[in-house]
């Protein structure tokens, strides 16, 4: 008897390995340049195979992912795969110049990469200066096991929800100016899944609205991605409540609210019954900023539309005036539809708003309780900043002017240098050739205490250009392999109010707490969350706050760590953490792939790759 079932639990064993054994995915990525034409204007885009939003990526997790990038754009391009681990495979994770170099125009590269532990939405973009507006889409990860073993019951439908802008400018260039200190570029429209909606108009037409159509009853999985280069995001839909089921790529306790909050970067997955009486509501995407005197930025809402399936009998002779009285929220008809009904839309917070998405961010927790290390071995405070440099390198320069300085955004300090030698840095460090880049070490602490969130400190109109002296350099951070690292990142007044959503590569983060006004450690520290903290990829640090992370420095390799502004990057809020080898080859960074781009012709390394990969063999030998 007992071998029998011995016999039949082997079989079922073996059947199931089989029914999960991991695929390889493959998609092909043309990036080229297309015209698109909204706001009665036709604009030259870059995007992935005519698309916008590009493809999405479908995957189980364990699968393996193939991409083969061919660019035929003008642009340097690499993708970089947001919030995957890239375990091992640094070599793949798609920063120009730290990671690898970038595919040049009229070549091709396959990026290939496995995605594990994480279940739910990421997402791909590009990793150059502001192109990433217009080339990203979905990555989707479902369970090893099936829609039944996702941790809430099986939706009827997924849908991936993309918040991007629209931006009828050249967007290299945009990248290039903001970098060399003019700021005064912004996007025309905000969009969902790549549509302005009817809020835009000219000549008196308005731009089509997404649509989601859903039937009665059922349940949708949204699949909340902002793509955005400048602003987090408000979310929400007039009549439904969304109950939030994942962040990053991590399941979290399922929590019902009817606003959802995005930063650039982030990700979040969530619940929507359509349980209203049958009609139409819009969805609408309400960018927040900071009110005076920070600088207020032309930023724009944006709207889709919800709306149930035709041939469902309707009861009453108004839907949405039913669910006026039923739910009694102070949500407003708008638009008379194609059959008199009229579409509803949400009350949102207000613009100047940024206290909603604390909160929201605030009450995510993680579903399972992961392990989060007790013992801690290193503690950073990066004070996120702003400060100014001297043109042209120069040492010293008049503060105030204009033509003599550039404001740059600084950790602790220091602003980053994107590398400029011909050698990525991650190539660099694995071969031990060191490289031209003047690097620096990214200090524990900032170099001065003072109050980070006075409000005196706001650098209003030309205050900016008088900021104190910052300097620039290619800043690292070393850690040794599986160090349990805690870092606070906390916001200033001299960033105005902005928040700052971090992301960092190769690592998920545990967020132990958040907080308004000024990190203090004694007090703070007893509020860190060990039981069941969010796990994320990308920590919005709230406006004019702070957020205390918690990560395992334990995938080697060198890391790109930033803000997901874009303007914030541009201007140097970045470093980059390089983890060391473990002492065996399973914890050790293994060599790049064999087609690794090199230099083409264009190193001021003398060799090329793959004879400096036959010299490495040799020292090696000679060792
Ligand atoms: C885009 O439109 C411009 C002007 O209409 C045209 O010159 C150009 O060839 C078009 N480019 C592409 C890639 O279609
Ligand atoms: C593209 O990259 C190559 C090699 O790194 C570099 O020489 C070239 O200037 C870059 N082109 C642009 C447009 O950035
Ligand atoms: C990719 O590049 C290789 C080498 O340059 C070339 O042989 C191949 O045809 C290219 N593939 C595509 C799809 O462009
Ligand atoms: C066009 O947009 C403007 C500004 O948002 C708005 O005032 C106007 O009513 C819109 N017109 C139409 C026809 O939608
Ligand atoms: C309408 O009813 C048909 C038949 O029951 C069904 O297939 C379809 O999905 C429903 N919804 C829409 C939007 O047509
Ligand atoms: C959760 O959100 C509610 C409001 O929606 C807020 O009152 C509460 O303080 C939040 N919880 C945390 C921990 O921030
Ligand atoms: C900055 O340069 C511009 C043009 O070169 C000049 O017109 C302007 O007066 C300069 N401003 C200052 C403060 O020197
Ligand atoms: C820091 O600045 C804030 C805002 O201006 C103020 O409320 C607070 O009292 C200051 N803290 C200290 C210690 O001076
Ligand atoms: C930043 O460093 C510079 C020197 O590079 C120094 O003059 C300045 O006071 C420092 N600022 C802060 C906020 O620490």
Redesign the pocket.
Known sequence: MAAAVAIIVIFFLSAMAVSVAAAVVEHTFVVSQVNMTHLCKETLVTVVNGQLPGPAIEITEGDSVAVLLVNKSP??ITIHWHGVKQWLNCWADGVPMVTQ??I?PNHNFTYMFNVIGHEGTLWWHAHVPFLRATLHGALIIRPRHGASSYPFPKPHREVPIIIGDWWELDLPQVGWNMKHGSFDFFASGSTINGKLGDLFNCSGVAEDNYVLDVEPGKTYLLRVINAGLFSEFYLKIAGHKFTVVAADAHYVSPYTTDVIAIAPGETVDALVVANAPPGRFYMVALPNQAPLPDTQTPEYTTRGMVQYSRNHSRSGANGAAALMSTHGAKEEEEEEGPSGDVAVAPEMPGHHDTITSFYFHSNLTSLHHPLVPQRVDEHLFIVLGLGSVCKHGRQSCKRGDKNETIVVATMNNISFQHPVA?TPLLEAHYYHTGGRNAMEELPDQPPRVFNFTDLDLIPFGPKEMQLEPSSKATMVRRFRHGAVVDMVFQSTAMLQGDSNPMHLHGHDMFLLAEGLGNYDAAKDMTRFNLVNPPVKNTVLVPNLGWAAIRFVANNPGVWFMHCHYEFHLAMGMATVFIVEDGTTADTSLPPPPVDFPT??G?CDNVLPYELRLENMKGEHNSI
Do not use: A, D
Request: net charge positive; aromatic share 22%.
């Open positions: 642009y340097n170099r970038p040049l011909t230099c083409f264009n």
